[in-house]
């Protein structure tokens, strides 16, 4: 499955499939880099964030910043 866009909920922040790295998901854990551009956000704060895969499946996820 490919990621085709990645928003972190409660905000307008987006990034599209070309600003995530790897592009894909495979079962099991996945470490993905996604590059939301000029967002501030708090470092040790968890994010939620909502990806959109291929399928038009959504995958909520929990994310700290760094």
Known sequence: MSISLATIQGTQYYAPSTSI???????????????????SLSPGVQYQILLTISNGSQIPVKVLAR
Do not use: T
Not at 27 to 34: F, Q, S
């Open 21 to 39: 790295s790897p592009a894909s998901l495979v079962p099991g854990n996945n470490n993905v880099l996604i590059n939301f551009g000029s967002v």
